[in-house]
């Protein structure tokens, strides 16, 4: 099985498992480092305590322990995505208008590797963005391809 397969899979088992609590799923990873782990992000407003972790933790690996949908070895962590994950879902983008966000691209976009700017729009190819340079807000708003674009965070300013 491949990992975005499994990472579905694991999706279709989490999401009932919070169901009954008012925490939600931001994402799914399993990925080989030196070891596999199959990571579960989760939140909730005001934040994820130990405890939410733990109880997610637990449940979810008694099912997997059931079902042994993994045959490799690895590590379950669950754990808050961070107050610097990335945006990647639609729901991100959309709760992010008029936000600051920092754009990192794979390959150098009109002379830059990343750009902070503020989010306006977005759509299937596209995000729509007013530039900021030195902290100034341009007023005029531009496309950028989202094929062009390896991450999206929220900026954070210190």
Not at 17 to 43: C, G, H, N, P, S
Not at 50 to 57: A, E, F, K, R
Not at 119 to 143: A, M, P, Q, T, W
Request: charged share 35%; with cysteine; aromatic share 10%.
């Amino acid at each position: 099985m491949h990992n975005k397969d499994i990472e579905k899979l694991i999706t279709d088992i989490v999401t009932p498992i919070l169901v009954e609590t008012d925490l939600f799923l931001i994402d799914v990873e399993y990925v080989r480092e030196k070891d596999w782990y199959l990571r579960i992000f989760i939140d909730k407003l005001g934040g994820v305590e130990i405890y939410d972790c733990q109880i997610v933790s637990e449940k979810l690996a008694r099912i997997l322990d059931e079902k042994d949908l993994i045959k490799e070895r690895y590590f379950l962590e669950v754990s808050s995505p961070g107050i610097d994950r990335p945006l990647k879902k639609e729901e991100d983008l959309t709760a992010a208008y008029g936000s600051k966000i920092d754009i990192t691209f794979y390959a150098p976009w009109e002379n830059t590797k990343t750009l902070t700017g503020v989010l306006v729009n977005h759509d299937s190819n596209f995000l729509e963005i007013r530039k900021l340079i030195k902290g100034k807000e341009f007023k005029n708003s531009e496309k950028i391809e989202r094929k062009l674009i390896a991450n999206i965070r929220l900026h954070i300013d210190f």
